[in-house]
């Protein structure tokens, strides 16, 4: 079975807005002592994915 793909649509500011509640959700995991592997990985996603003009 296909992984079925999402495709999220968003402006610069809002951008800038996921990275940082995600970052800020990855540090409060670390100071934890919890697991961050999804967050760091969901990321990742976020700040590497291709601009495309609409």
Not at 39 to 47: F, T
Request: hydrophobic share 45%; net charge positive.
């Amino acid at each position: 079975m296909k992984k079925q793909k999402y495709f999220v649509a968003y402006t610069p500011e809002e951008a800038a807005l996921v990275i940082q509640s995600l970052n800020r959700l990855r540090n409060a995991l670390l100071r934890e002592n919890r697991d961050s592997g999804c967050v760091d990985e969901l990321l990742l996603k976020v700040m590497c994915a291709p601009v495309k003009k609409i």
